[in-house]
């Protein structure tokens, strides 16, 4: 099988190594093509702070680092340039403009941020003790609230378009260990992941099956999880492997299991990005096999 990564973040955000380094890895764990997808700057358009995107001045050295190394690599590595854009509702989404016109290979369209209803905003995949005050000052302990806020802007996001794969279906998950703030299992979880599911597919989204989780030692498991990604499987949501790498190890980080969870999921096959033609990204099958 031939191995990929699109999600990947450098030490241009919130990662750790350059460009280089991370072409460099691919092409010695044999992969056949290599995607850059540093967060998109989000203090210019929504007045939030934040220490893990792109600094706005940083963004045009990332670009032409990227496109640089598309030159330097051409014959040996396929190198793809894109960003990571977080939809936070009424300020800002991978829709937006702006990001049309940057010349990018690709977008990942992902949730990262909840404001809730009593004010304040955080980051679901933040540290846990940052998870645990948002969703006690922010819900009030509701975990019902919790989960709809998230599932909400998920839906959103893909309502919204603009996108080329979405990221990290189920990031929420990241610190609920001994579902600490919901129940995967509970009512309003699995109505709301299911019906993600089915929105996906009849918007002919493509997702990702993310191992970063995994690679960071915070979960046991891929996202999107089994149960949800059966629901993917049944409404024919195709699924890319990434390992949403934040450092050049990690670029095949967990890909057994993903493979592993994708057979078990039922899908026999998964997509490669390929670039774009007359503006529509280009997606080759690849059958699931050994890493």
Known sequence: MKLSCIHTHTSFCDGDGTVEDFCRAALEKGFSSLGFSAHAPIQKKTGLPSAWTLQEEQLPRYIEAVREAKRRWEGKLAVYLGLEVDFIPG???PADADYREMGLDYLIGSVHCVLPPQGGWF?????????????????????????????????????????????????????????????????????????????AGRYGITAEVNTGGMNRKRINDPYPSLPLLRRFREHGVPMVINADAHCPEDLDGYYPEAVKTMLAAGYTETVLFEGRKDGLPLWSRERLGPC
């Not at 006690?136 to 989960?147: M, N, P, R, T």
């Not at 990221?167 to 600490?180: E, F, Q």
């Open 123 to 199: 980051e679901v995949d933040g540290s846990p003790d940052i998870v645990e005050k948002g969703f006690l000052e922010g819900f009030g302990g509701d975990s019902d609230a919790f989960v709809n806020a998230y599932w909400d802007n998920v839906e959103a996001l893909i309502r919204s378009g603009g996108f080329d794969l979405l990221g990290h279906p189920d990031l929420i998950k990241k610190n609920n260990s001994k579902s600490r703030f919901f129940s995967e299992d509970s009512a309003v979880y699995r109505r709301r992941a299911a019906a993600v599911a089915a929105l």
């Open 91 to 93: 300020l800002m989404g």
